[in-house]
């Protein structure tokens, strides 16, 4: 049974990379009979002679859809599938794919530092239509783009790994760290406030001995004004000639 391609994008396929118009497939199970009819013609005519271009292009789109498998969904009960295109890029669809990238991350609001989901997805999938464009120029050179990407995967994942263990570590750190502080809080509080009953108490006795030591202090001053004066008066007495 035929296949349809239909005029339509897939609003889950919204992505910087180039795809062609998706495909319908009516039965999932004539699909797959259609696939293995294909792959038998496929060999015969691998077998027969074939011409070298037709042989360049059908290695071409493998390697796309390697690199860039096709997508596939159901919808309605029908099977839909979409390849990413092998349509050679012009200087023109470099330069929309900046113009996409840099209107995606502002409509987006990428952060334009620091870790951002956002801006790494975004150049993710402006780096795959880049592998896409030079594949279909070169084949060999998009394989080699397609083992950067990959490392350039890996080494992130490394990363982000070895970040969220450090994170989880140092939460775990900080957390105890944190409850050993507050414990210190509360002994400190502790010996605050008995430090602060000790002075109050302090302050009282020795408000107290200086009020004993005032009262004493004026009751001597007092008992020597008077002995001065009884002695002053002896004196004046003993002093004084005799009438």
Known sequence: MAMVVQERIIPSMNTLVKYDNPVLVTKHSEKLKKDKTQTKIGTTCKIQTTPIAIDVRRETVEILNGILPPKEWEEDGQIWTQQVSSTPATRLDVINLQEQLDMRLQQRQARE???????????????????????????????????????????????????????????????????????????????????????????????????????????????????????????????????
């Open 113 to 243: 530092t620091g870790i951002c989901p956002v801006r790494r997805e975004l150049y993710s999938q402006c780096f795959d239509e880049i592998i896409r464009q030079v594949t279909v120029n070169c084949a060999e050179r998009g394989l080699l783009l397609l083992r950067v990407r990959d490392e350039m995967r890996m080494t992130m994942a490394a990363y982000q790994t070895l970040y969220q263990s450090s994170i989880a570590f140092g939460k775990e750190d900080l957390i105890t760290t944190a409850d050993e502080l507050k414990q210190q809080k509360i002994e400190l509080e502790k010996k605050l406030a008995e430090l602060q009953q000790k002075y109050e108490q302090t302050e009282r006795r020795a408000a107290e001995l200086r009020e004993a030591e005032e009262k004493k202090h004026a009751e001597e001053m007092q008992f020597l004004k008077k002995t001065n004066q009884q002695l002053k008066t002896q004196l004046e007495g003993i002093i004084a000639p005799k009438k």
